[in-house]
C-alpha cells in the first residue's frame, strides 16, 4: 500500500502523495519527500492529468479533517 509506505505526515505531505498517484506523476512514487517536491508541482508537458497544487493542498485538508471525524466518532 503506497500510502503506508510513504506515510505523508504533514498537509503539504499528503498534497504531495494525492499528487503522486495520478498519472503524469506516477514515476515519482519510488523518491524520497524532498526529490518529489522539488518537480510535483510542475505542469506535464505531455497533457496528462496532474493535480494544480492549490487543488492538491485543499483536497489534502479535507482528507484530513475527515479522518479526524472518522477518528472522534469511534
Same mark, same amino acid.
Do not use: C
Given at each position: @500500500? =503506497?500510502?503506508?509506505?510513504?506515510?505523508? *505526515?504533514?498537509?503539504?505531505? /499528503?498534497?504531495? %502523495? /494525492? #499528487?503522486?498517484?495520478?498519472?503524469? =506523476?506516477?514515476?515519482?512514487?519510488?523518491e524520497s519527500w524532498s526529490v518529489i517536491a522539488e518537480t510535483v508541482? @510542475?505542469?506535464? *508537458? @505531455?497533457?496528462?492529468?496532474? %493535480? =494544480? =497544487?492549490?487543488?492538491?493542498?485543499?483536497?489534502?485538508? /479535507?482528507?484530513? /479533517?475527515?479522518?479526524?471525524?472518522?477518528?472522534?466518532? #469511534?
Amino acid at each position: @500500500d =503506497k500510502v503506508a509506505k510513504m506515510m505523508p *505526515t504533514t498537509i503539504p505531505q /499528503l498534497a504531495m %502523495f /494525492l #499528487s503522486i498517484i495520478r498519472p503524469a =506523476k506516477s514515476h515519482l512514487q519510488t523518491e524520497s519527500w524532498s526529490v518529489i517536491a522539488e518537480t510535483v508541482w @510542475d505542469r506535464p *508537458t @505531455d497533457g496528462s492529468y496532474a %493535480f =494544480k =497544487k492549490a487543488h492538491a493542498v485543499a483536497y489534502a485538508m /479535507l482528507v484530513a /479533517l475527515h479522518m479526524n471525524i472518522i477518528n472522534q466518532a #469511534s
